[in-house]
T-cell receptor, first 114, second 113 residues
Framework: AQKVTQAQTEISVVEKEDVTLDCVYETRDTTYYLFWYKQPPSGELVFLIRRNSFDEQNEISGRYSWNFQKSTSSFNFTITASQVVDSAVYFCALSTGGYNKLIFGAGTRLAVHP | DTAVSQTPKYLVTQMGNDKSIKCEQNLGHDTMYWYKQDSKKFLKIMFS???????INETVPNRFSPKSPDKAHLNLHINSLELGDSAVYFCASSPTGVYNEQFFGPGTRLTVL
């Protein structure tokens, strides 16, 4: 069975702090993709990153970075020097092929305070 | 230049009514999806169409019926609405093929009274 677990329900930080959002996944497939989406208070879902199971290189995009570790089935997301605009619900998702069905975690609500 | 659009954005209706939500994408994608986000923000796929053909049909009550008149449109019709149908419904699209990024619409907040 495929499953995505985001154990942190809510995180609260003060602006400029670094914060890491955890994502642990379960799948028996050897080929799969992992995604992160952001849902700001306005409600839309914004794609952040896609990573395939064969590429364990960390990725950095501005203040965002992702750490993929197959050994621990984790795909964690770090925001460096957080800003109020980073306040949102962040979803980790898994796709194991077939018909590109996304299996979402429960989401982590991040609140960044000034 | 909205990529994936949904109408209406808000829908308030009485129990027992029938309602539809429309979705259109101008990205040229072949695959479209409907997701449901419940009050706890949990997102779950409901349906997916590829080139007007139903390819994913999760465990969804028969009262929900998707319809794809062409590959740019995927509508969701709900019969005999129940209180538990209250949620935000998201439409999404992606290019054909596995593992592709899905582009989401703005969502339709359905409230059943």
């Amino acid at each position: 069975a495929q499953k995505v677990t985001q154990a942190q329900t809510e995180i609260s930080v003060v602006e400029k702090e670094d914060v890491t959002l955890d994502c642990v996944y379960e799948t028996r497939d050897t080929t799969y993709y992992l995604f992160w989406y952001k849902q700001p208070p306005s409600g839309e879902l914004v794609f952040l990153i896609r990573r395939n199971s064969f590429d364990e290189q960390n990725e950095i995009s501005g203040r965002y970075s992702w750490n993929f570790q197959k050994s621990t089935s984790s795909f964690n997301f770090t925001i460096t020097a957080s800003q109020v605009v980073d306040s949102a619900v962040y979803f980790c998702a898994l796709s194991t092929g077939g018909y590109n069905k996304l299996i979402f975690g429960a989401g982590t609500r991040l609140a960044v305070h000034p | 230049d909205t990529a994936v659009s949904q109408t209406p954005k808000y829908l308030v209706t009485q129990m027992g009514n029938d309602k539809s939500i429309k979705c259109e994408q101008n990205l040229g994608h072949d695959t479209m999806y409907w997701y449901k986000q419940d009050s706890k923000k949990f997102l779950k796929i409901m349906f997916s169409y590829n080139n007007k053909e139903l390819i994913i049909n999760e465990t969804v009550p028969n009262r929900f019926s998707p319809k794809s008149p062409d590959k740019a449109h995927l509508n969701l019709h709900i019969n005999s609405l129940e209180l538990g149908d209250s949620a935000v419904y998201f439409c999404a699209s992606s290019p054909t093929g596995v593992y592709n990024e899905q582009f989401f619409g703005p969502g339709t907040r359905l409230t059943v009274l």
